[in-house]
């Protein structure tokens, strides 16, 4: 049973930084792709960013390139997220996921999830 725990959210003004933390337990980060998802209230899950699971090669979708870094560690079978100069827009529940495919950026290719964490930015 693969299990993640998210970790790492909380209050911030734009223009700063959070690092976020996903901690897998029952399958290691090198054998299924992890990738984040966010939700914003009354809105859909949509994607952040995904790393492959052999390779450690990365994409991010448009409105985070260049701002959200996306990394694992093998050893600890981690992953995660870097978000630098955060805007308002970003504030959500941020979840963790992994799939046995890599590449997807649809929330419905990942069966495994977390629980999510909470992502405040104020302006």
């Known amino acids: 049973q693969v299990q993640l725990v998210e970790s790492g959210g909380g209050l911030v003004q734009a223009g700063g930084s959070l690092r976020l933390a996903c901690a897998a337990s029952?399958?290691?980060?090198?054998?299924?792709?992890m990738a984040w998802f966010r939700q914003a209230p009354g809105k859909e899950r949509e994607f952040v960013a995904t790393i492959t699971a052999r390779n450690g090669w990365t994409f991010y979708a448009d409105s985070v390139k260049e701002r959200f870094t996306i990394s694992k560690d093998v050893a600890k079978n981690t992953v995660d997220l870097q978000m630098n100069n955060l805007k308002p827009e970003d504030t959500a529940v941020y979840y963790c996921a992994a799939s046995t495919l890599n590449y997807r950026r649809v929330a419905a290719e990942y069966p495994f999830w977390g629980q999510g964490t909470q992502v405040t930015i104020s302006s």
């Open positions: 029952g399958a290691s980060v090198s054998v299924y792709a």
